[in-house]
């Protein structure tokens, strides 16, 4: 839970050999249960209360030393990495700005057999971990997300409303907290990097998918939501929001293969 040296993106270690193999006398750290992958850009100004959040869960897990923090570095240009390395995460990089790579970085260089997917703008609620562990555990459930807080004026109150609406109907998760077991995550193959928005919900269809047939639920958490930052309304004008998301909507998947249609994702700079 300690390790705080700043590594390159290289291959993550392999989970079947820390589980086929004892650990030695020489040896005596517990095995990592859960990794929570966080991608960031230029978010020294949060991501040290989303890394904080993973460290304050209520989980006896946390306590034993079974969870790690990951945080992929996508291009930052301010402190973003040095921040996280001194909240006790992990820090790897990837340079390309997009964040389906991203994660799928942190998930490859991941150790733990649960995989956490946490935005760097978002904190977790004290309970979340261990309920996304006992969940997955419990051999019934394929992965799952949970329902979005956010303190923002009522135009955008309303259109959060509107999706824990749909993510709840049609259990869908939201970048911010996304939860499955690594087996799971690499038989559908990860987070889709052709898309540069929406992969989490391309993730969460894939996931169902794949849970269908061996009876397993997608699940979505909806008493114990996770608190998001509004700092896309700080970014943008309500006009730029606005106008951005239906011009978005108009292209349709299209869309969401273009990084310049995604502009609102991907801010050349951050307030």
């Known amino acids: 839970m300690g390790d705080t040296a700043k590594s390159q993106n290289s291959?993550?270690?392999?989970?079947?050999s820390d589980r086929n193999h004892p650990q030695s006398a020489i040896d005596n750290s517990p095995s990592i249960l859960v990794s929570v992958v966080i991608p960031a850009y230029n978010e020294?100004?949060?991501?040290?209360?989303?890394?904080?959040?993973?460290?304050?869960?209520?989980?006896?897990?946390?306590?034993q030393g079974r969870v790690e923090v990951i945080v992929v570095d996508n291009a930052s240009t301010d402190r973003t990495a040095e921040v996280a390395t001194q909240a006790r995460a992990r820090v790897v990089t990837e340079p390309r700005r997009q964040i389906a790579r991203a994660r799928n970085v942190g998930a490859r260089n991941a150790r733990g057999e649960f995989l956490i997917f946490l935005d760097a703008d978002s904190q977790m609620h004290?309970?979340?971990?261990?309920?996304?562990?006992?969940?997955?555990?419990?051999?019934?459930?394929?992965?799952?997300?949970?329902?979005?807080?956010?303190?923002?004026?009522?135009?955008?109150?309303?259109?959060?409303?509107?999706?824990?609406?749909?993510?709840?109907?049609?259990?869908?998760?939201a970048g911010s907290f996304l939860f499955c077991a690594r087996e799971s995550f690499?038989?559908?193959?990860?987070?889709?990097?052709?898309?540069?928005?929406?992969?989490?919900?391309?993730?969460?269809?894939?996931?169902?998918?794949?849970?269908?047939?061996?009876?397993?639920?997608?699940?979505?958490?909806?008493?114990?939501?996770?608190?998001?930052?509004?700092?896309?309304?700080?970014?943008?004008?309500?006009?730029q929001n606005w106008s951005m998301l239906l011009r978005l909507a108009v292209k349709g998947e299209k869309g969401l293969r273009d990084p310049a249609a995604c502009a609102f994702w991907y801010p050349e700079t951050r307030k």
């Open 11 to 16: 291959g993550r270690p392999s989970p079947a």
């Open 44 to 63: 020294e100004k949060l991501i040290a209360a989303a890394i904080e959040s993973v460290w304050r869960s209520a989980s006896p897990l946390v306590g």
């Open 126 to 173: 004290p309970d979340q971990l261990q309920r996304a562990v006992e969940l997955l555990a419990s051999g019934h459930v394929i992965g799952g997300g949970a329902l979005i807080a956010m303190d923002a004026a009522w135009d955008y109150r309303a259109f959060v409303g509107v999706w824990n609406f749909v993510s709840r109907i049609c259990r869908l998760a």
């Open 186 to 239: 690499e038989r559908v193959g990860g987070f889709d990097e052709t898309l540069y928005a929406s992969e989490e919900l391309a993730f969460s269809k894939a996931l169902k998918r794949l849970g269908g047939p061996q009876g397993k639920r997608f699940v979505i958490l909806a008493d114990l939501p996770v608190k998001t930052s509004n700092r896309k309304v700080v970014d943008h004008t309500r006009w």
